[in-house]
């Protein structure tokens, strides 16, 4: 048998209504509760008040966009200063990965550069986190269970990780019922990064047993799922995709990722590009230039996601990557160029790419050439 390890939150709960039916889990992680939100506020004030009620003391902190390094330390200068013992993030990914790094950040001694990988020293946190429990209202980037924050860093242009074991949630609290109304565009893209996140773990160099059962049987469905979301809300969907979700966060905090989010993270850095479109846009053509590259148990993975795809999308296997990209023009996802990535951030990206750690798992080697390319045919 295969040996592999895989770790994740302490808890998840999932289900509509698990959110208000969670109320005093959360409160139990810590009576002075940092709330990290998005830029409304509003949306957050049933978790407030509920925890209000529970006798905790919420002071909140908004995160209005992709968190960076000076945001995380405005949020730890308020969080010190409140004495915090616990944090909750309410919101998408971005939301959760500043909550993730506030409690992770909160107890450390050394300035936040020195725990940043690639830009920094990558060093471990030298104490453990605060307990930190995350609700996505988004169904994306399975955040909730991962162990690692993305932040970006303007000085270098780099989005980058903070990461550690320990960083792991404490609560994940997955309520579908949080993502109903989400805006179409966003359901669109971060829909797509879901379906990249079951993808690229499942052909990665590190994929196992169990990942695979979190990831291949989740392509379909999905797929299925975000297209009738395009046609309108539908709370079966939005479960759909925020199982896909979760289980593409499972899979890749213990599988890795590959090309996709190897090439989004330096293009987000450099052109401030939303992540989910990002990888959404580049899915279907990394797939190709990896099946390209590929043979063997490698080719046969990639032509299992290419079946899983085209049984979706209703067209035939061999082609159920360019009718992956079709799609997602046709349900209004921009190219690289109408997201503002220029031949000049193209460039540096696929030069930048051979640094980030999701790379690593990329189950074909590839040149800046072939990286070029997959840009190239995403504009």
């Given amino acids: 048998m ?96 500043a909550g993730k790094a506030l409690a992770a950040l909160v107890p450390a001694i050394r300035p936040v550069l020195d725990h940043l990988e690639v830009v920094g020293q990558g060093l471990p ?47 994940a609290i997955v309520d579908p019922a949080l993502t109903d109304g989400c805006p179409r565009a966003v359901t669109l893209a971060s829909g797509l990064d879901a379906i990249t996140q079951v993808i690229e773990p499942y052909i990665s160099t590190r994929a196992n047993p169990l990942t695979d059962s979190l990831t291949l049987p989740r392509i379909a469905p999905a797929l299925t799922a975000l297209d009738r979301l395009m046609q309108g809300d539908d709370p079966a969907a939005r479960g759909e995709m925020a199982l896909t979700s979760l289980c593409g966060g499972l899979a890749l905090a213990n599988a890795g990722l590959g090309v996709v989010h190897g090439l989004a993270g330096p293009l987000g850095g450099l052109s401030n590009a939303a992540h989910g479109a990002l990888c959404g846009v580049m899915l279907p053509h990394g797939l190709a230039v990896n099946a390209a590259g590929a043979s063997g148990a490698v080719l046969d993975r990639i032509t299992r996601v290419q079946s899983e795809i085209g049984h979706a999308l209703g067209v035939a296997a061999p082609d159920a990557f360019r009718a992956l990209a079709e799609w997602a023009r046709q349900a209004g996802l921009p190219g690289l160029d109408a997201q503002g990535v220029t031949a000049a951030h193209r460039a540096e990206a696929a030069r930048m790419a051979a640094t980030s750690s999701s790379m690593k798992a990329n189950p074909v080697a590839l040149n800046e050439d072939s990286l070029a390319r997959i840009m190239e045919d995403a504009r």
């Fill in 125 to 171: 946190l030298d104490a453990s986190p605060l307990p930190f429990a995350a609700l996505p209202t988004t169904a994306g980037t399975g955040a909730e269970v991962t162990r690692n924050a993305v932040i970006a860093v303007p000085d270098a242009q780099r989005k980058v990780s903070l990461r550690d074991a320990r960083m792991l949630p404490r609560m």
């Fill in 2 to 97: 295969t040996v592999f390890s895989f770790a994740t939150a302490t808890e998840i709960r999932f289900g509509r209504g698990e959110g208000p039916r969670a109320m005093p889990a959360l409160a139990a992680l810590g009576q002075r509760v940092l709330l990290v939100h998005g830029a409304n506020p509003t949306r957050a004030d049933w978790l407030r008040d509920g925890l209000a009620r529970q006798g905790c003391d919420v002071s909140s902190f908004a995160v209005p966009g992709e968190p960076d390094l000076p945001m995380i330390e405005a949020g730890l200068h308020q969080a010190r200063a409140k004495g915090v013992q616990s944090v909750i993030a309410l919101g998408g990914g971005a939301v959760i990965d």
